[in-house]
């Protein structure tokens, strides 16, 4: 499989202190259909230095989660209802807005998923770099500016006094996002949330950004939270990686076990979608039927199980909690897990039916086993 | 097979997981159909646009009946009670400087700016509806000279042109009525060309024509159904306008010839005398303004109904 | 304008022309755009022109009134050419305007175009005034109101701004007349001194003119800003900047508020040649001495000639301002201005 050729991250280091704690995290939607419950109690532990993947499909909260941790989910609508945020030993959900947005830019600093629109395109690039280092840093105007040069070359601009002087509009996508990572590190924080900083951009580029994060990641010492809906993105370049799915953690633990012993029937199905290079060229990509998951009304069992093809009657009933019985870093909330015996049992059940007990006829669920 | 959890949905294609715009798809994503279902909504339109109505409703009655209301005459010179303030017993809203009954006068006032701007929108739609359309349907040169005429119609500021067009032909009823008109003409001639053109394009209209519809049948049928209720959310706001308007060259004195009545006639009678008996100015005045007001809530609040209905054209 | 700003991006194609070929590009819109601006200019004279055709009667006698004599009623006709065809007489008329020269009045004898001249530096001022007025009302207040929107200072600015849409300027200047001259006594009546006499006198006699041009067009801004402004505050560039620490009123006015004035930038450029012609109402009711007085008091004397000059002044003023800010867009919008056709 994919996750074997890959070069393994090396296991979580646990001699780290946590910088960020979230505990059983909540961010609700008001909406004409009901309460959207768009991150529904999540905690992660993320040490300092460390890499974490945050996987899952489209609309799965990554980036409700992520933008929740910085406290930048702007809408009349939101509800927190519960959990903490712990940074660096402070709560900072329970903080005011004015004493937060002190750890914006400096501490915190977020990579956006569009380059193309997350750039100011009335400013000059150089304006929206100096602005946060002389706000940030005290930096004088000349200082800021010949620092905005320097960040720009560090990200691999070339010509970056030119650039400097123009407008995102000018910039290729790829460069704009070298532009944000730039302003994202241009205060050193130590929390860099990456919110699927490649998914907008060409095949080509993508690996170059990912290698430029990689690489101020490891120069900086800095924590990094990246954001993806590709679990092959997060392969090489994790230690640690959560799959959401329906604004939970289904399964979290480090890169290399979770390739390896994979357990939640989604986490597995997310591993079968990453192409291959060596794969003959019209292989059928994997998808998983079904549509992404009602957030709205009370979560009834596992918001998978309509999808799944372990689903039993159980998963329909009960929601099953995020718990680590085989090895302390490596929890997933599943009755039925892969590779184990009962979820063995319950796939043959639902072969031999034809169907799931959510109702899901076999058929959909393609090339499984294949 | 699949059955409650999927009913009432249409068979799809699995979703792919690495498809980032697959949550993009809204449920809207088809055409809406153009011919409006039904109007069951009118409830929806909110509280300020009932009021608004209200208002409308009840200025147009009166106006229409005020003939028959038990009204003093409006011409009448009351000596003994010249200039008395609102509230006064038998001039509910006070007098005028000459003794004429205030509340009387601003009924009949409103018959007036009604019958006047009520044609001019009717001018309006009626020849500017007409001009867009043919613009937007047959395009080529004669878009080209309907346009012209129309931006040219537009470079002057709406008064100035008022003025000159007034001062030309003589201030009377009838001269009023055509100078409004021609005033709202461009802004029916581009709303109604904007949506011909869209309109033209839909698969109804090409459907007709394929099956051989004359050009005029198309119009008439297709068409103009269509272009209503945006002409007429259209209608109120121009209206609006219009009031003003008329009550800009009446209290310039080229509007309404004096013996007549208008709001802005009114308003401009009792400005010598604004400090002593301010109400003679602001009685007119805030007639006017809540008409106003009153056409130019209900045309947004429709505006803004139909932008929603028919939003993705 | 909403198209261009968020289009940009996706239909810009993969390789730049050359620098040569944008060049022309440029040239070739901004000449179309001066040709439509010429173009409804004719138009535009010929119909002010034609109005001529409209006087009842001989139009000799309409401009000169019944008392006139048979040899003034000659030498009018004579000068204004009535006995040629309508196209030689326009076409005459059409070369006196171009060199500048709009007539002479019958009634004052005063050249048509110096009179306007002498009278233009205060309907000038009075729009540059209410302009200002209006624009430093409704951009903190436009802003401020996308910023809560929806909550009350939202509902109540935005609802105040709609009401004075709706009221009509004639009777919102008598009722600030009411209130702050006859009541407070903050302004004089009427009247005006010209700046060169006293400048803070003439400023004082033009404010609350300038005040009751201001505050319809002021809430007419407010509503487009804040409408422009609520699209602005969901990009993701606004977010970003909050990610970055900025504070709110740096988001707010530094960020946000110039790629939300487009619009607002454009109507406040169209509204600069309106004010000009539509200054009429302010400056019977203040008695100030601009162009609009003039033009009221050219059909009260039924000065025709001086009136087919005003009007053809205001309206080609609209034109060429409008064209001037048609042409100016892209200095405002960076993405204009650097695009390729
Ligand atoms: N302001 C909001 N109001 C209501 N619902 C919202 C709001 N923002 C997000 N949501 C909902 O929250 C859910 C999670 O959204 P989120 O953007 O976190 O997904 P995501 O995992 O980042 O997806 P993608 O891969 O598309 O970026 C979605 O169903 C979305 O519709
Ligand atoms: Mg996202």
Redesign the interface.
Known sequence: MTATTQPAAPDTTNDREPLLVVDDWKTYFKTAGGLLRAVDGVSLRVDAGSTIGLVGESGSGKTILSRSILGLVRSRRKVEPGGTITYDGVVINKLSPKERRRYWGKDMAMVFQNPMTSLNPVLTIGRQLTEVLTLHLGMSKALARARAVELLESVGIPEPKKRADEFPHQLSGGMRQRVTIAIALSCNPRLLLADEPTTALDVTVQAQILDLLDEQQSARDMTMILVTHDLGVVAGRTDTVAVMYAGKIVEIAPTKTLFTETRHPYAEALMRSIPTMDAPNHTRLFTIPGRPAQLTGEPKGCRFAPRCSYAQEKCLTEQPPLVAPERPDHSFACWFPVGTKPGQEALERNLSAGQTAAGTSMSLMTVLGA | ??????AGEKP?G??????????GAGPNGGAVPAKRKSRSKLKNLGVLFWLAAGWLAVVGLSAILAPFLPLVDPAAQNYDAVAVPPGTPGHLLGTDSLGRDLLSRAIFGARISMIVTLSAVAIGILVGGLLGMLAGYYRGWLEKVIM??T??LM??????LL????????SSVRNLVIGLGILGIPAFVRLTRASTLVYAQREFVTAAKSIGALNRRVLVREIVPNLIPAVGAYAFIVI?LLI?AE??LS????GVPPPASSW?LM??EG?DS??TT?WI??IP?IF??LT??SF??AG?RLREENDNKGGNA | MKSTTKTVEGTRPAARPPHRARWIARVRAFALKLATALGTLFVVSLAVYSLQELLPGDPAVAILGEQATPETIAAVRADLRLDDSFLVRYGAWLGDALLLDLGTSYRSGAPVMETILDRLPVTFELMVLAQLMALAVAIPLGTLAAYRAKTVFDRFTTGSAFAMISVPEFVLGLVLIYYLTLGLGWFPTTGWVAFGESPLENLHHAFLPALTMAIPVAAVYQRLLRTDMLATLQEDFVTMAQSKGLSTGHILFRHALRPSSFSLITLAGVNTGRLLGGSVIVEVLFVVPGIGQLMIQSIFLRDFVMLQGTVIFVATAYIVVNALVDLSYGLIDPRVRHRSA
């Open positions: 097979m699949a059955q409650s959890r999927l799809q699995p979703a792919s997981v690495a498809d980032p715009s697959s949550a012209a005429a931006d040219a470079a002057f500021p709406a008064l100035v003025l000159a067009l007034m001062a030309t032909l003589g609006a003003v009550g800009s209290f310039l004195g080229v802005g308003i401009s400005r604004l400090r301010p100015t602001f005045g006017m303004f106003v007001l130019n809530l947004d």
